[in-house]
């Protein structure tokens, strides 16, 4: 198995076995692994990624099983929902996605599992995100927070949450979701007297900040 969807599994392992922080463990891993570069930005997007979208991710894989979750292997489907946000939620090929998972679910599990877990992300696969969204999600009109909820990966009590928050169940209440779902952008700080921010943006293809 590689290092980086290793690295991402045993976080969400950690998080749902010790009730811990992913952003506490992931960086621990990393480190004593010795994971850098690549693999490490890989094992970031698909640790805190599945982590962020796990109630889109369940549902999803719901819609493809034919057992409740309650009932799947608790490290088979924390290997389903890595792979089923490789295939709706990242460039990487379908098949690399696939393979891996089914790797993982060996390793993990045992080859038991492995039938299964194939037979769930090639009907995963069968659709990108918005399709599945479409067939999933509650009609807006009739119950928003549910809708908005799923359509942004987020828990319906967290929806519901934001909704008494902000007094608003429609454009707001998505806006506010949307943007808290959207993947979170790095900013880099440059040192005053060693490089500025207009250098820093051109060694890295930043943007510099007004």
Not at 1 to 27: C, E, G
Not at 150 to 169: M, Q, V, Y
């Amino acid at each position: 198995m590689d290092p980086a969807r290793q690295a991402a599994f045993d976080v969400l392992a950690a998080v749902r076995t010790k009730d811990a922080y992913a952003n506490l463990v992931l960086p621990d891993l990393l480190r004593e692994r010795r994971i850098t570069g690549r693999d490490a930005a890989l094992a970031t997007e698909l640790a805190y990624g599945a982590s962020r979208a796990q109630g889109l991710l369940d549902a999803v894989i719901d819609a493809c099983a034919e057992r409740p979750l309650s009932q799947t292997d608790p490290a088979v489907l924390d290997a389903l929902r890595l792979g089923a946000y490789q295939l709706l939620r990242t460039r990487i090929p379908e098949h690399a996605a696939v393979t891996s998972t089914v790797d993982l679910v060996r390793a993990e599990a045992g080859s038991w599992a492995t039938g299964f877990a194939n037979a769930i992300m090639r009907k995963v696969s069968e659709k990108d995100e918005a399709a599945w969204l479409d067939e999933l999600a509650p009609d807006e009109g009739a119950d928003p927070i549910g809708a908005y909820a799923l359509r942004t990966a987020h828990p319906r009590w967290i929806a519901r949450s934001f909704a008494e928050a902000l007094g608003d169940k429609g454009a707001g209440l998505k806006a506010a979701l949307e943007a808290d779902d959207a993947r979170p952008e790095v900013h880099l700080v440059a040192r005053p007297g060693e490089i500025s921010a207009d250098e820093l943006a051109a060694i890295t293809g930043g943007d510099p900040a007004p």
